[in-house]
């Protein structure tokens, strides 16, 4: 194993549904490098949004292991899970990520406050996120007076701040127009590449996929090898 | 996480509905603090009518006397009781008793002759602050008598008028005398009011024919705060041989009921509080569910459950110290100002007696610490008790299913 951040073997996930069994996901093996900026696409119901919950400990696998960073989730209890969410991954949701009483400063700084990182340290390294990625001046600003994308950027600072293995994003741009859509998939690759921050994203859009560095095809559930 | 400063910003969310709620909390609140005044001030005058007019803390008698009260069971040494009572703060006052036919011109009516000493009267009851008419008893007046109120209507006599009394004394001789009406009680109880005859000891020992001896002494602790069983062991010991009891025996009844008063508020309690902790239960559940995306968002970034849990517990908490702030800030004024001026029930509830004691219709509230801590701190609880159910729901979901709960 070389430096994986997520490994996953032979994972699948199946939802009951009355007497139908639904196989979300189905036999899934993958690892995931530190550094890597990868795509996950496929048609809607081929099992993006279950992978990625299962990655970060949202959901549990019907069977098979995920690993993160030599870490078997599916040992983990329910308050270490949470831990190893605050510190090591920084989700991104499709929409209303942020806590919506928060400004956006505060929904930025969430996650460090969480850790008790001091408040002066906080500050300064909250500005500088959010400079980063381009909301100097809204920080004050709440949730509903941002746009969709400026409210995305607010989520992928908060998910960057405390420097996690790894950022999860679950169609960050399926809500925002397309020229916004690939302004936030530049910010991610920026911080990809400067910062190191390891990506895994899922998304409908071609243009959006093309961007992958690492482009991972599923299907029912399973890796599409066409 | 720092809770508290952010359960504040959730509460100032939908300020209508936090409103509304704290509103219902407070008139809650509200109502019970000035119930439970209400029933304090009406139990506190019924006791004060009941212990402080005739009957006082503690009595002694002969054996028997209570059951047939004749001339000849007597409490002999009681000079020597007495004293022993007063070195001990308590204060006693020595009774003599007897029936006997009172008329005036051409109406008479039964009475019931209490020979007492003015001064340790008034050590033990209230009975000289009530003249309506007239003054109390003096020594330096031996042929003067205060009478209750009907009985003066009966024999339709005032202050300064004579009546005549007629009894059979001790040795059998036929005892009789004139006397003049010095004072008329106020209404105190059903009894004093209709056959209450005062007169001193001196005059009803020659009436009488009565040297030594008393029937009945009557005593009051001079500290209020003297635990009354202890008290009661204490005359016990200095009156050997005789019939000790403490007014909760002497009158069971209004004993009985100042107990169902303490039940009644209770009862009232739970029901305001069945109410109002609906509306509770309502609104938080309205406030945690449609929040339920947000947790599951907290929870994905590493919110734990517990952490979920004391958040909504302080919101709700938070709205209950609000209320308890209104409770406070309208309860006890209002309470208060009732306290000094009273309420007139008399439309509602007319004469009325219970066992024999004379209730006012005008009832005062008495704010005390309990009327005023237990309504807020039974607030606290119901509210927690309300929020317990969503507070766990919202901690223990699945975060995947509180993400795409919509
Ligand atoms: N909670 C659930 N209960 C039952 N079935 C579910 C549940 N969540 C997902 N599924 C099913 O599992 C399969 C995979 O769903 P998933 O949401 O992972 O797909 P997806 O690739 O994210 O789709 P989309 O592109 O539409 O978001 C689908 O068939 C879906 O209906
Ligand atoms: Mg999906």
Not at chain 2, 139 to 147: C, W
Request: aromatic share 6%; net charge negative.
């Amino acid at each position: 194993m070389g430096d994986n951040v997520i490994v996953l073997e032979g994972v699948s996930k199946v939802y009951s549904q009355g007497k139908i069994d639904v196989k979300a996901v189905n036999n899934l093996s993958l690892e995931i490098e530190r550094g890597e900026f990868a795509v996950l696409c496929g048609p809607s119901g081929s099992g993006k949004t279950t992978v990625l919950n299962m990655i970060g400990g949202l959901d549990i696998p019907t069977s098979g292991r995920i690993i993160l960073e030599w870490k078997e989730l599916s040992t983990l209890s329910g308050t270490e899970l949470a831990k190893i969410r605050r510190d090591r991954i920084g989700f991104v949701f499709q929409a209303y990520n942020l806590v919506p009483v928060l400004t956006a400063f505060e929904n930025a700084e969430f996650v460090l406050a969480l850790q008790n990182v001091p408040k002066d340290e906080r500050r300064e390294k909250v500005m500088a996120i959010l400079e980063e990625v381009g909301l100097k001046g809204l920080e004050d600003r709440r949730p509903d007076e941002l746009s969709g994308g400026q409210q995305q950027r607010v989520a992928i600072a908060r998910a960057i701040v405390s420097e996690p293995a790894i950022i999860l994003a679950d169609e960050p741009t399926a809500n925002v127009d397309s020229v916004t859509a690939e302004s936030l998939i530049t910010l991610m690759e920026e911080l990809n590449k400067e910062k190191g921050i390891t990506f895994l994203f899922s998304t409908h859009d071609q243009r959006v996929i093309s961007r992958g560095r690492r482009i991972i095809r599923l299907r029912d559930g399973a890796l599409d090898l066409e | 996480m720092k809770i508290l400063p952010f359960a504040i910003r959730n509460v100032g969310r939908n300020r209508q509905r936090t409103l509304i709620t704290i509103a219902a909390m407070g008139l809650a609140g509200f109502i019970m603090v000035f119930y439970a005044s209400l029933l304090n001030g009406f139990s506190q005058k019924i006791a004060e009518n009941s212990v402080g007019m005739s009957i006082g803390d503690i009595q002694i008698h002969a054996e028997g006397y209570r059951n047939d009260p004749d001339l000849y069971k007597m409490v002999t040494n009681h000079s020597d009781i007495i004293s022993q009572l007063s070195s001990r703060g308590l204060a006693a006052s020595p009774r003599l008793y007897g029936f006997g036919l009172a008329a005036t011109g051409s109406t008479s009516a039964g009475v019931r002759i209490s020979g007492i000493d003015p001064v340790l009267e008034a050590t033990v009851t209230n009975l000289h602050q009530n003249i309506l008419e007239g003054s109390w008893l003096d020594p330096s007046d031996p042929k003067g008598v205060v009478i209750g109120k009907k009985l003066a209507r009966t024999l339709n006599v005032d202050v300064g008028g004579e009546v005549v009394m007629v009894s059979q004394a001790s040795d059998g001789s036929m005892a009789n005398d004139i006397y003049r009406v010095r004072g008329i009680l106020k209404s105190v109880g059903e009894g004093i009011d209709r056959g209450g005859f005062y007169l001193l000891n001196d005059e009803f020992r020659s009436l009488m024919v009565l040297p030594e001896g008393v029937h009945e002494i009557a005593i009051k602790r001079l500290n209020e705060s003297s635990e009354l069983f202890e008290s009661t062991a204490i005359v016990s010991r200095l009156a050997p041989g005789f019939e000790v009891l403490d007014w909760h025996r002497l009158q069971p009844i209004v004993s009985r009921m100042l107990e169902t008063n303490e039940a009644g508020t209770l009862i009232m309690l739970i029901i305001t509080y069945s109410a109002v902790s609906m509306v509770i239960l309502n609104a938080m559940l309205m406030s945690v569910f449609e929040r339920i995306h947000e947790f599951g968002i907290m929870r994905a970034v590493g919110v734990t459950p517990m952490q979920v849990f004391s958040l909504i517990f302080t919101e709700a908490m938070l709205q209950a110290l609000a209320a308890s702030l209104l409770t406070l800030a309208v309860g006890v004024p209002v309470s208060l100002y009732y306290q000094t001026h009273g309420i007139d029930m008399s439309s509602l509830a007319g004469d009325l007696s219970f066992g024999g004691v004379a209730i006012n219709p005008i009832w005062y509230c008495k704010v005390t610490p309990s009327s005023i801590l237990i309504p807020i701190i039974f607030l606290f609880l119901i509210t927690a008790l309300a929020v317990l159910y969503p507070a766990i729901k919202a901690a223990v979901i699945q975060p995947v299913k509180a993400i795409y709960h919509r």
